[in-house]
Structure formats: structure tokens, C-alpha cells
């Protein structure tokens, strides 16, 4: 069985939980059915053309502990992802980095970050409300969507390890273009995106890894690693 393969985005460190996590998760989510094998970039390996780096990639996941060593770095392979249509999975700061890419390249935005850009009037990412480092907390999905339809209910509980989120100046964009809400939390704020008319392009806030700690296979990145495994490459 050939192997796809997967490039973790982010700037590994051993400590950081979900870390951690993500290998277990992506072992549950392929079960015995789906071969694929992963490989950590390190953010500041992707600053120049990224299909140098991740041609021979199947997937891109962009995984949680921003802000990364290189943020460019991290726009460039969701941007490569995106327009590729390889499949992406964007967690935590990767949810983030996701909205700041496609601000910068489709609504003509700075790709700001109020963690790194504190002088940004206006970031697309800025600070929550309640930061949700350590929590849990329940998620609504929006009907039709294919995030909805991977869950199969209508609400679930997912982990949290973020003090940082879309600007709820612009949560209406979402609302008029292929980019669009997935899910809210129960005041509202956007906490899953998805990209419709692409093979496979979803960010979440939370970090559905945290379930390999339960021993738990993730519904979403179960949907995920199959969406890489069926690539047809062009």
C-alpha cells in the first residue's frame, strides 16, 4: 500500500501538548485501512517558493504554537495548499494563520495578527474575549456544512488552547464568500471554517488532536487523512 504523506506545519517542540498528540491522532485516524506517514517542517524552511518543500506532500496540517518562527513561512504552505487543492487541516494557530492567509490573498488584507502585529488597527486575529488556554467548550454546527456532516450531530465539546481568534469585525465576510462558518460556540464567535469548492480545506479554533489522549479516534481527522489518502495527483 502506498503511503501518502503529510507535512506538519509549525515549529516542533516536545513539550507543547498538542505535539504531542498529533502523531497518536493521525495513527487512530488511519486506522488499518488508510497508509500515510508524516513529516514535522519547520516554519522557517518554507520561506521561499513553498512547492519546493511540498510538492511530494499529499496534505498540509498546520498545527497548534504560534506564533511560529516564521509566520510567512506558514502562509506560504496554506496558501500552496489552498490553491493545489491539497488537502488542509488547520488547528489552533493554524485556524488563525489559515484566516490571515486568505485575508491577504482573497480580501486584500494585511495578514495581521494582534500577537505579533500590536500596533494592527483592526487585526484579522485579535484577542478572545475569554481566552481559552486549558478549556473545553461546546460547539454548534451550521447546518449543510461539510464539517456538520463529519460530525453527523448537531453540537459536540471540543478542547481549547488559545487566547487568540477571528475578529468578530469580520465574522460577515464568511457569510458572502466560498469561505465560510462551520461552527460557533454558544456566544456566537466563529470557532470552525471551511472552503467550499476545495477537495478538503477546514480550521478549527480547538485542537481535535487532544482526543488521542483519550485514545479516541477524531471524526474530523479521520476525514482528513482520507481525504489525503484519495488525492488524485495532477
Known amino acids: 500500500m502506498n503511503k ?7 515549529d516542533y517542540h516536545p513539550s507543547v501538548k498538542a505535539h504531542q498528540a498529533i502523531p497518536r491522532a493521525l495513527d487512530l485516524a488511519c486506522g488499518d485501512d488508510v497508509a500515510c506517514q508524516w513529516e514535522w517542517l519547520h516554519t ?11 510538492a511530494d506532500f499529499d496534505g498540509v496540517w498546520c498545527v497548534p504554537a504560534s506564533p511560529y518562527a516564521n509566520t510567512r513561512g506558514a502562509l506560504n ?9 491539497r488537502a488542509f487541516l488547520g488547528t489552533c494557530g493554524g485556524f488563525q494563520h489559515a484566516l490571515m492567509e486568505y485575508a491577504e490573498a ?13 500596533d494592527a488597527i483592526d487585526p484579522v486575529i485579535a484577542p478572545l474575549r475569554c481566552d481559552l488556554v486549558e478549556q473545553s467548550g461546546e460547539l454548534y454546527f451550521v447546518p449543510f ?12 465539546t471540543e478542547e481549547y ?13 464568511l457569510a458572502s464568500g466560498p469561505l465560510r462558518i462551520a461552527a460557533r460556540d454558544g456566544a456566537d464567535d466563529v470557532r470552525a471554517i471551511e472552503l467550499d469548492g476545495h477537495p478538503f480545506f477546514i ?8 482526543s488521542a ?4 479516534q477524531h471524526p474530523l481527522i479521520r476525514a482528513f487523512v482520507v481525504a489525503v489518502h484519495d488525492r488524485v495527483a495532477v
Open 106 to 118: 482573497v480580501w486584500g488584507m494585511p495578514a495581521a495578527h494582534a500577537e505579533t502585529d500590536i
Open 145 to 156: 456544512t461539510r464539517v456538520a456532516s463529519i460530525y453527523g450531530v448537531v453540537s459536540t
Open 161 to 173: 488552547h488559545c487566547r487568540y481568534g477571528l475578529n468578530p469585525r469580520y465574522a460577515q465576510r
Open 203 to 210: 480550521g478549527t479554533l480547538f485542537q481535535p488532536e487532544r
Open 213 to 216: 489522549f483519550a485514545n479516541r
Open 44 to 54: 522557517s524552511t518554507l520561506i521561499g517558493e513553498p512547492a519546493d518543500r511540498l
Open 77 to 85: 504552505a496554506i496558501r500552496f495548499a489552498r490553491q493545489s487543492g
Open 4 to 10: 501518502r504523506r503529510i507535512a506538519l506545519i509549525g
